[in-house]
């Protein structure tokens, strides 16, 4: 399937609708924003690998979350993640400001060093709806499928991504995201960049 942008509205499980432009990533990071000054709890371990997943997917904080691991969506979904995820996130944040601060070449545009696109799932348009399939567990970690479509028009796009956490003190902890179409949620979600001050086509 040809990847590309679309305006079109995407509909979701409980009949949330989901649309996938600058606009929809700009509301979603306001309603974060607002929701953290609010103190209004984010996602929240589960006492089963199955329930956080569900959890974590039933909310548009990250269900929809593109382009950037923002300050506001890792806050939000702080709770979910262990200490591993929530420090490489931290590296992450301080990496990308680095970046940020070096010198640019004028004429060219500034790009991230990170894949754009969704940054829970793998089809970069998105999806339009998931099912969490059951756990397969060894000790304290735990692989849950989840299953993901995409449909525009009268076509479907399937794929599943695999989830993996780890269970502290009884509960269920994100701990990455390996995709279908290749890399995990880490190491896109690692800034990686040569260096230099110009940015390379």
Not at 6 to 17: I, P, T
Not at 20 to 27: H, M, N
Request: hydrophobic share 25%; glycine share 6%.
């Amino acid at each position: 399937m040809e990847c590309h942008r679309v305006n079109s509205e995407l509909s979701r499980k409980d009949g949330y609708q989901a649309q996938a432009t600058d606009d929809s990533e700009s509301a979603n990071a306001s309603d974060l924003r607002t929701k953290l000054s609010r103190n209004v709890s984010g996602p929240q371990p589960q006492m089963t690998p199955e329930g956080t997943i569900q959890t974590l997917f039933n909310d548009n904080g990250f269900f929809n979350k593109r382009y950037s691991h923002s300050t506001e969506t890792i806050q939000y979904i702080r709770p979910t993640l262990t200490s591993s995820l929530k420090n490489h996130f931290d590296k992450s944040e301080r990496d990308l400001a680095d970046w940020m601060a070096r010198p640019q070449n004028p004429a060219m545009p500034q790009r991230p060093p990170f894949p754009e696109g969704p940054l829970f799932t793998s089809n970069y348009e998105g999806a339009s709806s998931f099912s969490v399939k059951p756990a397969v567990i060894k000790g304290d970690y735990a692989e849950v499928p989840v299953d993901l479509e995409y449909i525009e028009g009268t076509n479907r796009y399937r794929w599943t991504d695999t989830s993996i956490l780890r269970r502290i003190d009884l509960k269920w902890y994100l701990d990455d995201i390996r995709f279908e179409e290749g890399g995990t949620l880490r190491k896109n979600t690692t800034v990686e960049y040569d260096g230099d001050s110009s940015v390379s086509e």
